[in-house]
Structure formats: structure tokens, C-alpha cells
């Protein structure tokens, strides 16, 4: 990494950052992210553990608590789906790079974890005809411009069960909170044990077709349970967890109280005839890591 002053009549100092170390950077964090619980997460799990009113619930989060350490223990993957790598690059305006190839060091660092750490090959060529393509690769990379001169890097690791499950739909606003509500509510229900609860949720409101997903996407990999910076949203993801722990799933979707451990709530501004609304669920394992450059 370097300085340099970017050339024009109003020359203002710029990052140079090697897209080398963003390929290293990608391997570690996926690797990292398939192997390794994060800290909030297993705490999560051993308070849970405690509260849960269910016997068998109470030793499903106790299990997954020894899965967790063992998985360290021994370098090896906690789950068998290794899933597809997320990455969300969020650059800043000031940062440049050494050479061309940004995504293509992404998808490179991607590579290497799969075959350094033994991951799974869980993507295919082409959706209908199929095809594994062997290395995991492409990546879903999402790009966000930012001020500043940092590049933040958050690579997910998302698995099958739980993407399977998620839903989005374009509401109409008259549906209001309570429509928005029930629709998480239906969405977590239908998924059951399907999605390897307890589940973290990541719920989008607002934008466009497109935009609403990836709000979803991204609220998934915000702090284990921090709140929103609205407080009016930030006592919806209160109510509504409340509500959904009510359902009953409950851990393996075998009863209990603790069916989710966090839900994080994304809005967005949107058009007067619609109301988008996603819910991206994730696994129990929730595996994701990140590091700024």
C-alpha cells in the first residue's frame, strides 16, 4: 500500500492498495469464515443454552457449542455446506489500486480457500444445465462506494438451506408494519427446520425489486443483534424476534423458544405505490468475517 497524489488541476492524495492483498485477504477471511465461529455468535448460543425451557432444545444448543469448538480444534469446516462466498467490497473514493483485476482477485482468493481448506464445490456452470464449476467460484461480489480511503472487505459464507427459505415480495402499502410483520412471521414458519434454526434473520424494507434483497443480505452481517440506528426500527426488530421466538421452532425446528437469535431490519426510501419487503434467513452458523484494508 502506497500514497500518491491523483493527477488533475485539483490533486488530492489517494490510497494505492494491491489487489494482491485483496486476493490474500479474501482467502483468509473465507477460510476463517467456514472454520471458525464468531465470538458473539457462540455466546449467543451458551445464553440461549440457558433460557431455553426445552430439554432437547437445550442440548441441541449445547451440541452446537461442542460443534463449534471442534471445528476450530481441528481446522476443519463446522458445516458440510461450505455455501456460496458473499463478498461485500465497500471502497472508498480515495483508494486506488495497483493493477486491473479487482474481481478477479476476489474470485482467485475464493479459489485458493477452496482448495487450501478442503471446501465443498457447491456452485454450478450454468442454473439449468448444471455443471459443478469446481472451485466455488464466482463469488456474489457487491461493490459500494464510499468516502474515505479504506477498502472494508465482509466475505459470508451462505449455505443452501437457509438461502432456500428466504423470500422476498412486493407489497402493497397499504399492507402497512402489521402486513410487513406478518410476513416475516410466514416466511419463518414455512422454513422450520429447513433452515437449521436458530436462525439469524435479515429483513429488508424499502427500495426496489432488487434493492430490497440486498438490504436483506446486508443487514445479515451487521454485529450479532446490534440494534438499528432508528430507534423506530430497532424496537421493530425487538417485537418482532419476540414474535418469532413465539412460533415455537425452536432449535433443529424441534421446538423450543429460541428459533432466532437476532434479527436486523435494512430500510430503505421507496416508491409511493409499493411496499418491498425480504427476509434473508441465515443457519445457526452464520459465518462470516471481515477485515479493512
Not at 430439554?55 to 471442534?70: F, H
Not at 485458493?112 to 465443498?120: D, G, T
Not at 413465539?246 to 432449535?251: E, S, W, Y
Request: glycine share 8%; hydrophobic share 40%.
Amino acid at each position: 500500500m502506497s500514497r500518491a497524489a491523483a493527477p488533475g488541476p485539483e490533486a488530492s492524495v489517494v490510497r494505492v492498495v494491491s489487489t494482491d492483498q485483496v486476493r490474500q485477504t479474501v482467502r483468509d477471511l473465507y477460510k476463517q469464515a467456514c472454520v471458525v465461529i464468531n465470538p458473539e455468535l457462540k455466546a449467543a448460543f451458551e445464553k440461549a443454552a440457558t433460557e431455553e425451557p426445552s430439554p432437547q432444545g437445550r442440548e441441541i444448543l449445547q451440541m452446537l457449542v461442542a460443534n463449534s469448538e471442534l471445528a476450530a480444534r481441528e481446522n476443519l469446516p463446522m458445516c458440510q455446506d461450505t455455501g456460496i462466498a458473499v463478498v461485500f467490497l465497500e471502497l472508498g473514493e480515495d483508494v486506488r489500486f495497483d493493477k486491473p483485476g479487482l474481481l478477479e482477485a476476489v474470485n482467485q482468493g475464493v479459489r485458493e480457500a477452496h482448495k487450501e481448506q478442503y471446501l465443498r464445490a457447491s456452485l454450478v456452470k450454468d442454473p439449468l444445465r448444471r455443471g459443478n464449476t469446481g472451485d466455488n467460484t464466482p463469488a456474489m461480489v457487491h461493490l459500494d462506494l464510499v468516502p474515505g480511503d479504506q477498502l472494508r472487505i465482509v466475505v459470508g459464507a451462505k449455505g443452501t438451506g437457509a438461502e432456500n427459505m428466504s423470500k422476498t415480495k412486493i407489497m402493497s402499502p397499504s399492507a402497512g408494519v402489521e402486513g410487513a410483520k406478518a410476513f416475516l412471521l410466514e416466511t419463518v414458519k414455512a422454513a422450520g427446520p429447513n433452515a437449521c434454526p436458530p436462525l439469524v434473520l435479515g429483513m429488508g424494507i424499502g427500495g426496489n425489486f432488487e434493492e430490497v434483497t440486498l438490504l436483506a443480505k446486508k443487514a445479515l452481517y451487521r454485529p450479532l443483534g446490534s440494534p438499528n440506528k432508528d430507534p423506530y426500527y430497532a424496537n421493530l426488530e425487538k417485537e418482532w424476534l419476540t414474535a418469532v421466538n413465539r412460533l415455537g421452532v425452536g432449535p433443529q425446528g424441534l421446538g423450543g423458544a429460541t428459533t432466532a437469535l437476532a434479527l436486523h431490519i435494512e430500510a430503505k426510501p421507496c416508491h409511493i405505490g409499493a411496499l418491498p419487503v425480504a427476509v434473508n434467513i441465515d443457519c445457526h452458523a452464520h459465518r462470516h468475517k471481515e477485515a479493512i484494508l
